[in-house]
């Protein structure tokens, strides 16, 4: 079998935008940060993303600002390389290349030409052991240019960005690691080591988290594991340092940053506060709490005017210098797991999976935006461990997503199993969700799955349980009256005892299969009539797919024994099988494709394919580490026109899965990424520009010298152009606004465009009036 090495895996759509620190321009108007494989640039006015660098082959590792130039910054990668951006135009302007896995960038204005990244110590992604490593940027016009060497600074160092910081201007550079703080004096060429005692035996953890260097003075804070935060004086000589411990946090220190000037010193962590200490008087703080979730980094504008947060739910929060929240930034939030599938929202196209807890999220993969929460629960979440709360395990649209179902479940210990069975209707008015009907205890025990009938005929809800049955919720009509929709229970079935574990319709509705334990049966979802078993290898069922268009009339399932069984649904036979440890079965609603995620040594391999070809149409070994369990085909917004045979089942649809590291991945063709390199383009600048509002002014004289000697040659060639046809217009609204002339200017010439001159239209009319 040949592995196709023409798709890439990538992080699109939904990737951590609180991976690393976030930068504020020095104007404070954008935020830049890294998520996925590209540079955002969000507007913190507007909260929206105003472009997206893309560049990157692998993880995006940092964000800074060019010291020398504030309209431009650095982004460094695990590919390898670290770029050039003008971030106000979207455009790369350089490309540089180290060979090294980078982990972070630091720059300092007094370094001039120079960037400070970790790498490892040894050329492997594995390596446990890290250094700060200095890059002397070459000067060269070439638009991809190779690094010489590399001179090391400070060998063992922390990969966390937050555990390194320029102090003083650039004077002396402070790593953190474990229990040990080290200062490199640039002067000097000298480095000094502090070390702290364990604490353990006390109960206490002085390992350092963070670090922070005054901008002003020579002074470092370092966070530490048991909440306290350490200013360090006098580190310039071994023996005579000291330091001052201030404590507010009761858990870790997450991040620590000085304000420009150092008048404040900025911390966070856990509790999902904000603490501002003013840095002479460290009695007096400021706080800003009930941020949402854990923060994980802080920045601050140059100017001081903006402060921002990154969060554990994948959430930035920008905040006035008051210490006022301004915006948030909300990306895909992300738990410790997904209960439940990923499913596409028919009206929005969004990306729906569980969000905060108790709520689903509705996700655009287009946008790459959150577009709202649903609060399923409906109850005050309590951020306290050891409380059992209502939890989202299931949910489920139906064909035209105008109705919704979620269970949601809280296990207490003293207590039995409580499980509601929620239906939510579409409302017009509010453009979201309403509850419609909650069915107290809808089974007796757990609910393993749940499924809308495709039919337009009827609106049906199934589910099953642990309990032995399946249920069939009907939606009444009463079209004909003025009462409100309602949902009741139509018929409850079972087979010999058995527990089912899945079930699934197909395309049409017209058939129904459930999987009860080792025993695939079909029914008749009309008359609810056994139509038929079918036969199987040993094992029990777990996910259960049928065939859609040309291949409908096949049905797919895999079991525990690591089977992969297909059945021909009008002969009731088993078609093939084949051994193969499926962990995730899913179907392209747009097509017959299949895609089957296989769990080998530790990963996973992806196997796509229809069930009525023997060979796979794609495959792809070692895909991630780990299981995959969570998977959905979103369609796409712009067809492919691969012809490549191994790209073509991307053409329609988009396949997005979760790893067991809850990072969402897809996939990239050759075209797809074409398509994207042509609109972030470098900087081209040749005869074929468009003419642009400068031309207009510049070259008026040389136009109208052209336009007389046309008039000449052809009288009736001049027409009086449409608003909408003109290039003035055309220019003034495609030209970015930082490059345009003043408005009241634009606005004449713009009103003068519009006018014909007496001059021509008198000359116009004696030649087409002279015989």
């Known amino acids: 079998m040949v592995e196709h090495t023409g798709i890439r895996v990538v992080h699109r759509g939904g990737s951590k935008i609180n991976f690393r620190e976030p930068v504020i321009t020095s104007d404070s108007r954008f935020l830049l940060c890294g998520s996925g494989e590209s540079v955002k640039v969000y507007s913190t006015s507007t909260e929206e993303c105003v472009h997206d660098l893309q560049g990157h ?16 910054a650095y982004s460094c990668s695990a590919d390898g390389t670290v770029r050039l951006w003008d971030f106000t135009d979207g455009i790369l302007i350089k490309t540089f290349i180290i060979r090294y896995h980078i982990f972070s960038i630091h720059v300092s204005e007094k370094h001039v030409g120079v960037l400070f990244v970790v790498v490892p110590m040894a050329n492997e992604k594995g390596s446990e052991l890290f250094q700060l490593v200095a890059v002397h940027l070459p000067r060269s016009g070439d638009p991809e240019v190779e690094v010489g060497e590399l001179s090391a600074v400070l060998c063992d160092v922390s990969p966390n960005p937050g555990a390194v910081s320029f102090g003083t201007g650039g004077e002396y550079i402070a790593a953190a690691k474990g229990l040990q703080l080290e200062v490199f004096f640039f002067k000097k060429q000298k480095s000094y080591r502090f070390s702290l005692k364990s604490g353990m035996n006390k109960g206490i953890n002085n390992s350092f988290t963070c670090i922070s260097c005054h901008p002003k003075e020579d002074c470092i804070a370092t966070g530490h594991a048991d909440g306290k935060i350490r200013l360090w004086r006098n580190f310039n000589q071994k023996k005579e340092y000291t330091y001052s411990t201030l404590h507010w946090h009761h858990n870790a220190v997450n991040t620590l940053r000085f304000t420009p000037e150092g008048t404040n010193l900025l911390s966070g962590g856990i509790e999902s506060v904000l603490v501002q200490w003013r840095y002479t008087q460290e009695n007096q703080k400021d706080f800003l709490p009930r941020l949402g979730a854990a923060i994980t980094h802080i920045a601050v504008s140059p100017d001081g005017s ?5 969060h554990a739910d994948n959430k930035i929060t920008i905040i006035l210098s008051s210490v006022k929240v301004s915006a948030i930034i909300q990306g895909l939030v992300k738990d410790d797991c997904v209960r439940t599938d990923l499913m596409i929202d028919p009206r929005s196209k969004a990306l729906v999976l569980n969000g905060k807890p108790g709520h689903l999220q509705f996700y655009s993969l287009h946008r790459d935006k959150q577009l709202y929460n649903l609060d399923i629960v409906q109850q005050e979440y309590i951020h306290e461990q050891g409380v059992d709360q209502f939890q989202v395990v299931k949910a489920a649209f139906d064909t035209h997503g105008d109705w919704l179902a979620t269970v949601e479940e809280r296990r207490q210990k003293s207590s039995e199993l409580e499980i509601n069975l929620k239906l939510w209707s579409y409302d017009e008015q509010t453009q979201s969700f309403v509850l419609n009907t909650t069915v107290t205890a809808p089974h007796e025990d757990q609910i393993t799955a749940m499924c809308f009938s495709p039919s337009p005929e009827t609106t049906l809800l199934v589910t099953t349980s642990l309990d032995g049955h399946f249920k069939a919720w009907l939606l009444a009509d009463h079209s004909d009256t003025e009462e409100s929709a309602s949902w009741s229970c139509d018929f409850v079935g079972g087979y010999h005892l058995l527990k089912p574990g899945c079930c699934c319709f197909s395309a049409d509705g017209s058939l129904l299969a459930f999987g009860f334990q080792e025993v695939v049966t079909v029914w008749s979802p ?6 038929t078993t079918l036969s199987q290898p040993p094992g029990a069922v777990r996910d259960l797919c049928f065939g859609r268009l040309s291949c409908s009339k096949y049905l797919l399932g895999t079991s525990t024994k690591n089977q992969l069984c297909c059945w021909n649904l009008l002969t009731c036979s088993l078609e093939w ?5 499926v962990s995730l079965l899913q179907a392209d609603p747009f097509s017959e494709n ?7 040594s530790g990963s996973t391999d992806l196997f796509v394919f229809k069930p009525s070809e023997p060979r796979p149409l794609f495959s792809k070994k070692a895909l991630c580490t780990g299981k995959v369990e969570r998977a959905i085909f979103a369609p796409r917004d712009q067809m492919l026109e691969s012809s490549e045979e191994y790209s073509q089942w991307l053409n329609r649809s988009q396949l997005y899965f979760l790893t067991q ?5 897809t996939f990239s063709t050759k075209t797809e990424e074409d398509r994207l390199l042509a609109s972030s383009k470098q900087l081209m600048v040749d005869d074929s520009v468009a003419i642009t509002p400068f031309y207009l002014l510049l070259g008026r004289h040389k136009q109208q010298q052209q336009e007389k000697q046309e008039l000449l040659t052809n009288p009736l060639a001049e ?9 003035a217009i055309k220019e003034l609204l495609d030209t970015p606004a930082h490059v345009l002339p003043s408005a009241s200017f634009l606005c004449s010439m713009f009103v003068r465009s519009l006018l014909v001159s007496s001059s021509s239209r008198s000359k116009l009319e004696d030649n087409v009036c002279t015989p």
Do not use: Y
């Open 661 to 665: 590291h809850m990072d969402l991945m």
């Open 719 to 727: 027409r009086t152009p449409l608003p909408q046809g003109s290039i």
């Open 594 to 600: 299949m895609a089957a995620f296989c769990s080998q």
């Open 57 to 72: 082959t692998d993880l995006v590792t940092g964000v800074v600002l060019n010291p020398s130039n504030h309209l431009q």
């Open 306 to 310: 903006l402060f921002c947060t990154s």
């Open 577 to 581: 099988n084949t051994p193969m440890d």
């Open 526 to 531: 009309t008359s609810w009539e056994l139509l």
